[in-house]
Nanobody
Framework: QVQLVESGGGLVQPGQSLRLSCAAS????????VGWFRQAPGKEREWVSC??NYVDDVKGRFSGSRDNAKNTAYLQMNSLQPEDTGVYYC??????????????WGQGTQVTVSS
């Protein structure tokens, strides 16, 4: 059974950092690019990243990494701001000719940035 499970979300103050984890099972994550979506309260889901591609809002603050031996990907989020609040979803993804596409999805983890 293909599964992505996120963890690492929580409540932090503005300016602090969090690292999200995305553990895969049922397939090898090494064959896929990993990305992240987020959904703020009352808003639609939006892309955060796919592989080494990042949306402008998070460039320079967020960075992805992976540990293929653990079949896990990570999203390091620094200098978090209240507008980064939302549910973060791990996805497998592709970017082809500027088109971003998500395939497998995790269940999401809540990130709240508040003082």
């Amino acid at each position: 059974q293909v599964q992505l499970v996120e963890s690492g979300g929580g409540l932090v103050q503005p300016g602090q950092s969090l690292r999200l984890s995305c553990a895969a099972s049922g397939f090898s994550l090494s064959f896929y690019s990993v990305g992240w979506f987020r959904q703020a309260p009352g808003k639609e889901r939006e892309w955060v990243s796919c592989g080494s591609n990042y949306v402008d809002d998070v460039k320079g603050r967020f960075s992805g990494s992976r540990d293929n031996a653990k079949n896990t990907a990570y999203l390091q989020m620094n200098s978090l701001q209240p507008e980064d609040t939302g549910v973060y979803y791990c996805v497998t993804c592709t970017v082809i000719s500027g088109v971003w596409t998500a395939d497998y999805w995790g269940q999401g983890t809540q990130v709240t940035v508040s003082s």
